[in-house]
């Protein structure tokens, strides 16, 4: 106010508020902010429908990823097992093999142990009651068979 009447009153082509303000309710100045803000309020509500849209698109991609990894989960799982199921046929198959073969070497081992301890008595026997000459032959026979049996056995296990 103290600026406009010492500083401006030599501008002709300025005009007072009040008749630049005339008729601004009916001006086309005023419809063009009106259908300005109107324009922008329009982009502004596509906008938000555009995001909301693509906020359900992207829940429906979750959901139907989410399906997928599921599916993907279960055959991994089906796969898993089928080859838990086949492992586990032939650990049985591996251990049953292994207890056979062990079976057969255990008794081997006791019919070794049986003959041996049948040889021990004898040699017993013979040491008590036979002749020196008697005595000879018997250990020459017994050694031979503890050689023989000695290498029945190393060659079982070595086998196995």
């Known amino acids: 106010m103290v600026c406009v009447p010492s500083n401006h009153k030599s501008c002709a082509d300025v005009i007072s508020i009040s008749v630049a303000s005339k008729n601004a309710r009916q001006s086309t100045a005023l419809s063009d902010l009106v259908e300005s803000i ?8 596509q906008c938000i429908t555009n995001r909301d849209c ?18 993907m989960r279960k055959k991994v799982n089906t796969h ?6 086949k492992l586990l046929l032939e650990l049985g198959s591996t251990s049953r093999y292994c207890k056979s073969e062990y079976a057969k070497i255990l008794q081997k081992l006791k019919s070794a142990e049986e003959k ?8 017993l026997h013979i040491k008590q009651f036979s002749s020196d000459i008697q005595v000879f032959l ?10 023989s049996e000695t290498k029945a056995i190393t060659d079982s296990i070595d086998a196995s």
Not at 38 to 45: A, F, G, K, P, T
Not at 54 to 71: D, F, N, S, V, W
Not at 80 to 85: G, P, Q, S, T, Y
């Open 54 to 71: 693509a906020t359900k698109e992207i829940e429906k991609q979750e959901l139907e990823i989410k399906k997928i990894i599921l599916e």
């Open 80 to 85: 898993l097992d089928k080859l838990e199921e």
């Open 116 to 123: 041996l301890t049948k040889l021990r008595e004898q040699t």
């Open 138 to 147: 018997g250990m020459y026979q017994g050694i031979r068979l503890i050689v």
């Open 38 to 45: 109107d324009r922008r309020l329009s982009n502004i509500e």
